[in-house]
């Protein structure tokens, strides 16, 4: 399974973020869309991403002063990004080794969208479950030796 089958299935909407928008209005953003992250963009180039980890190591240092930081201050400046032909075992791989739970996918400088490690992890499921139910099926309809040999004598 290709990344961009799961952004086919998931859907392309995008919640962006400016460096010089202000945390306040961020983390509304993230609220009001009950979103996990948001892709940080500079005239059309990803520079980051702002997700509840860099909003939650802020938070614990600096939880007064946060409403006003922009969201430079505390965006992730070198995001793991995949692209749309990436296998999907190689980008949990990558998930996993970086710690990352938000992936933009980007094609030649343009953001497709962003996959969730809950994304990954619910197409590998259905694809998993898909492949089990044909196997059962499979086995379920296997001819057992008596039949075969009835069948090929």
């Known amino acids: 399974m290709l990344v961009s089958e799961i952004l086919r299935i998931k859907g392309s ?3 962006t973020a400016t460096p ?3 945390m306040a209005e961020a983390v509304r953003a993230m609220a009001e869309h009950d979103i996990g992250s948001l892709v940080v963009m500079d005239k059309g180039k990803l520079v980051g991403m702002l997700t509840f980890r860099e909003l939650i190591k802020v938070l614990n240092v600096r939880g007064d002063e946060m409403k006003s930081l922009t ?3 505390v965006m992730e ?3 793991l990004t995949s ?3 990436m296998d999907i075992q190689t980008l949990r791989k990558s998930m996993l080794d970086r710690h990352a739970r938000y992936i933009p996918v980007m094609d030649a400088g ?3 969208g962003v996959l969730s490690f809950h994304d990954v992890a619910k197409a590998v499921y259905e694809e998993q479950s898909f492949e089990n139910k044909m196997l059962k099926s499979y086995i379920k309809n296997w001819p057992d030796e008596e039949e075969a040999a009835a069948n090929n004598g």
């Open 13 to 15: 909407t995008l919640f």
């Open 20 to 22: 010089d928008m202000v």
């Open 71 to 73: 969201v430079a201050a």
């Open 77 to 79: 400046t070198d995001p």
């Open 83 to 85: 692209d749309p032909h």
């Open 110 to 112: 343009t953001l497709l």
